[in-house]
């Protein structure tokens, strides 16, 4: 690694939707024309800041994963036995929609930020489901991934359970305010575990405990430039201010 580079519960981000770049913004001769970068990582870390970001920078699409619409996250807080299946299939179909629409519309060619890769859902599925509902959770999941594009780059935003807890209770939303630090730090291993073993896309893995893509531009730049320098393979990212 180069030294010197600068209970069952549902994570969800803000509300679905797809925007396009203001114009005149974002570095126009520099534009990552066609590229489809996902950003990725645990509730808490900081997806949407940094993907409205990176799409501002580069002048694509921001796809936002939908979450806050899901008319049965309520109810599955309240009974998770008895909502977890239902919960959790809403966010692969909402998902799956999205991730469809965006294809037929050939919007790919101007290129497109996300906040979320659709092989989320398996991450919380393991966690949230028993066996028989994720046995059949997973042969709906592999009928729907089949027909989905995969990213040309994964940016994996990785922190510490008492960092995540941190940003979730200044958000202070009501829903959030049961997860605790113990279900935290089994969903960080999972996230951990499951980006350990990910090979569909360049995967580029940034420790970000420590540093804040929205309040300091400077890692923000850092982060850009090494996006920009990323190829294939595997590529873990360690900021300056995290060392």
């Known amino acids: 690694m180069p030294a010197g580079r600068s209970t ?23 534009r990552a024309t066609g590229r489809y970068i996902a950003v990725e990582g645990p509730i ?38 008895k909502y977890a299946f239902q919960t959790q299939l809403f966010f692969l179909l909402e998902r799956y929609r999205q ?12 290129g497109t930020v996300a906040d979320y890769l659709f092989a989320r859902d398996v991450i919380f599925a393991q966690l949230n489901l028993n066996p028989d509902e994720f046995g ?19 940016v994996y935003l990785e922190a510490r359970p008492e960092v995540l807890l941190r940003h979730l209770r200044k958000r202070d939303r009501d829903y959030e305010r ?7 730090g089994r969903l960080t291993e999972a996230f951990r575990n499951f980006f350990h073993h990910y090979t569909e896309a360049p995967l580029l893995v940034v420790n970000c405990s ?12 850092d982060l850009i430039k090494e996006i920009r320098g990323m190829r294939q393979g595997v590529q873990h990212y360690i900021p300056l201010g995290s060392r």
Do not use: C, W
């Open 8 to 30: 069952r519960l549902y994570g969800h981000g803000e509300r679905g939707m797809l925007s396009l770049p203001p114009e005149g913004e974002g570095m126009a001769a520099e």
């Open 44 to 81: 808490g870390v900081g997806k949407t800041a940094l993907a409205r970001r990176l799409a501002t920078e580069f002048g694509s699409q921001l796809l936002l994963e939908q979450g806050e619409e899901n008319p049965f996250l309520r109810r599955f807080y309240e009974d998770p036995g």
């Open 99 to 110: 991730q469809r629409t965006l294809g037929q519309l050939d919007l790919f060619s101007q």
């Open 136 to 154: 059949l959770y997973q042969q709906i999941y592999q009928l729907l991934d089949r027909q989905l594009p995969r990213p040309d780059l994964v």
């Open 178 to 184: 049961g997860i605790t630090p113990e279900y935290l």
């Open 210 to 221: 420590d540093i804040d893509f929205v309040e300091h531009g400077g890692d923000l730049a």
